[in-house]
């Protein structure tokens, strides 16, 4: 799986790793400290959410949504393989993008497809803060989309009120579909009322028990 896991040498703040790990940034918080006895650490002394790291919780998250309860130390094991260069880490064990389960229930499941999610997610983040400008002469200097003056604020905002994404684009009919995605990624950092978002399917493949 190293391909898939070393494309992306970035790391993100909580609030923002929450929103592509689909997980409760509080949450996620207690899980590095209770659970995986992690010290805060980077500027400010908060942690900073890698690629590997934000999978880690991603798959955790579907694999408990699709009835599989984890214990403190299969979640422990999990994590360091995931984010080290380990092979096996107690019951688990990869090899490429296949992800192995030893014990009463083996699995095995394909982390491609969660992972590829992933990058989309990043690559799209990214790509967003780039189509964003902040200059004195243009509203004092709020972020607006490059060669307009329309504020991110605003876009976000009626992502945030429920207004449709057909509706936005109506009404901003010069803003590309990339800055629509970016815009309503940004809202989904503080996620307003209604129901949170689905966990990602995951794709088992064949397994073979043990003998």
Same mark, same amino acid.
């Given at each position: 799986?190293? *391909?898939i896991l070393g494309?992306?040498?970035?790391? @993100?703040?909580t609030?923002?790793? $929450?929103?592509m790990?689909?997980?409760?940034?509080?949450?996620?918080?207690? +899980?590095?400290t209770?659970?995986? %006895?992690?010290?805060?650490?980077?500027?400010? %002394?908060? %942690?900073? @959410?890698?690629?590997?790291?934000?999978?880690?919780?991603?798959l955790?998250?579907?694999?408990e $949504?699709?009835g599989?309860?984890?214990?403190? +130390?299969?979640?422990? $094991?999990? @994590?360091?393989?995931?984010?080290?260069?380990?092979?096996?880490?107690?019951?688990?064990?990869?090899?490429?993008? *296949?992800?192995?389960?030893?014990?009463?229930?083996?699995?095995? =499941?394909?982390?491609?497809?969660?992972?590829?999610?992933?990058?989309?997610?990043?690559?799209?983040?990214i790509?967003?803060?780039?189509?964003? +400008?902040?200059?004195?002469?243009?509203?004092?200097?709020?972020?607006?989309?490059?060669?307009t003056?329309?504020?991110l604020?605003?876009?976000?905002?009626?992502?945030?009120?429920?207004?449709?994404? =057909?509706e936005?684009a109506?009404?901003?009919p *010069?803003?590309?579909? +990339?800055? =629509?995605?970016? $815009?309503?990624?940004?809202?989904?950092?503080?996620?307003?009322?209604?129901?949170?978002p689905?966990a990602?399917?995951?794709?088992?493949?064949?397994?073979? %028990?043990?003998?």
């Amino acid at each position: 799986m190293s *391909h898939i896991l070393g494309r992306l040498e970035v790391d @993100f703040e909580t609030r923002v790793a $929450a929103v592509m790990a689909e997980q409760n940034p509080k949450q996620m918080r207690q +899980e590095l400290t209770r659970v995986l %006895h992690l010290s805060p650490g980077g500027l400010g %002394h908060r %942690h900073r @959410f890698g690629f590997r790291e934000i999978l880690y919780f991603r798959l955790k998250s579907a694999l408990e $949504a699709q009835g599989t309860q984890l214990s403190q +130390e299969d979640r422990q $094991a999990l @994590f360091t393989l995931l984010t080290t260069r380990s092979r096996e880490q107690g019951c688990w064990s990869r090899s490429g993008s *296949h992800l192995s389960r030893r014990g009463p229930v083996p699995m095995t =499941l394909d982390l491609s497809g969660i992972a590829r999610a992933i990058q989309s997610a990043v690559r799209e983040l990214i790509a967003g803060q780039k189509l964003l +400008e902040s200059r004195p002469d243009v509203l004092s200097g709020v972020p607006v989309f490059k060669g307009t003056r329309v504020p991110l604020a605003q876009v976000v905002g009626q992502f945030r009120a429920g207004v449709s994404r =057909l509706e936005i684009a109506e009404d901003y009919p *010069h803003l590309p579909e +990339e800055a =629509l995605s970016y $815009a309503a990624r940004q809202a989904a950092l503080s996620p307003g009322p209604g129901r949170p978002p689905s966990a990602p399917i995951l794709k088992r493949c064949s397994v073979t %028990h043990e003998r």
